[in-house]
């Protein structure tokens, strides 16, 4: 068994956050490796930004304390996972194994006060992908360089088929700041008319990203108030919802359309929707292309055209759907948490690189 520490300051969110709502990637991706590694027997424990200490399905939560020694974390680790801030790299001074886990495209690290404790620290750096990996350039300091996918919740992965198609409803799972205007131009001009009973159903809006959602709201609103306006269109604005609610309405969807953003290294959106079965239409935009199989599971469009005639398609082509429904269910459900657990592992053994 291991002591594996994991170290983030971000937004305020703790082991019980992902059973009580939305959250977002970076934070849900915390909060399952945690737990996925506690299961397979390491002691873990998470120091952020949390409200108080908790001890939730394994792993101890407790909050950072600036100006402590080690902001308040133990002072050795088998592995020490620095999540995100290049400030937490130099903590725990004794690990075994040190870990830079980022899920921003890599370009923010190429800043002297990143590079220099790059540079001391030498941490093995895990990207979520290859589009991801590819933001930092070679000649960049690492002490390693891994691809280490995000996992898929079992909720995802194991929820029980479907018979029968499913009405014309599309969803959108994503932030109202990713392209979601474009999506409801292009539903509004070029699939609603063709297809007058189809829905679009958006999951989307501040809740799921906590302060961070807040601060953005300002921006969110002329959005979803787009969304609200385009009710005769067939789009159909939902708060966003918790992982359980959400397989259930991921299964009850035709498509989940979504362009892609070059901000985004994984998409969970996309991921989550594919394990439970659902085609995707995306545009080869950041990573979102590494996430489906294109022809198969769903389709990389090459412009507005294409991304809407792929939308229709899916949406009223009942053999279609079928084939690329148990496509996705039968390629897609294969990597949860337990095997990105065991991928992180790995690093206790030996230095892995790209």
Request: aromatic share 8%.
């Amino acid at each position: 068994m291991a002591l594996i520490v994991i170290a983030d300051d971000g937004i305020r969110f703790d082991g019980g956050s992902l059973d009580a709502g939305p959250l977002g990637g970076a934070e849900t991706a915390v909060v399952s490796l945690a737990e996925a590694l506690a299961r397979r027997g390491h002691q873990v424990q998470v120091c952020n930004n949390c409200a108080a200490p908790i001890s939730h399905r394994g792993v101890d939560w407790s909050p950072l304390v600036p100006g402590a020694a080690n902001y308040g974390m133990p002072d050795h680790a088998d592995m020490y996972i620095a999540n995100r801030s290049d400030h937490l790299l130099p903590l725990i001074p004794r690990a075994r194994r040190r870990v830079f886990w980022i899920h921003n495209p890599a370009s923010y690290l190429l800043k002297w006060r990143y590079l220099t404790r790059l540079w001391r620290w030498r941490p093995i750096i895990v990207f979520s992908g290859k589009y991801h990996a590819k933001t930092y350039p070679r000649w960049a300091p690492d002490g390693g360089r891994v691809i280490i996918p995000y996992g898929i919740a079992d909720v995802f992965r194991w929820c029980e088929p479907i018979e029968e198609p499913p009405p014309p409803r599309a969803v959108f799972t994503s932030s109202p700041l990713r392209s979601l205007d474009w999506l409801m131009k292009l539903w509004a001009e070029r699939i609603h008319p063709r297809l007058p009973e189809a829905e679009l159903h958006l999951f989307s809006g501040p809740q799921t990203y906590g302060e961070l959602g807040e601060a953005k709201a300002s921006r969110m609103q002329p959005v979803l108030q787009r969304a609200r306006s385009l009710a005769d269109r067939g789009v159909v604005l939902r708060a966003p919802v918790g992982k359980g609610v959400l397989a259930e309405e991921l299964r009850a969807a035709r498509v989940l359309l979504y362009r892609g953003d070059v901000g985004e290294t994984f998409c969970l959106a996309v991921g989550e929707a594919q394990a439970v079965g659902l085609p995707c239409v995306v545009e080869d935009v950041g990573c979102v292309a590494e996430r489906v199989i294109d022809g198969e599971t769903g389709v990389v469009a090459r412009g507005d055209a294409a991304f809407a005639e792929a939308a229709l398609r899916l949406l009223s082509d009942n053999r279609l759907w079928r084939r690329q429904y148990e496509a996705a269910r039968h390629r897609q459900r294969n990597w949860g948490w337990d095997e990105a657990a065991a991928a992180f592992e790995r690093l206790l053994e030996q230095d892995e690189r790209l």
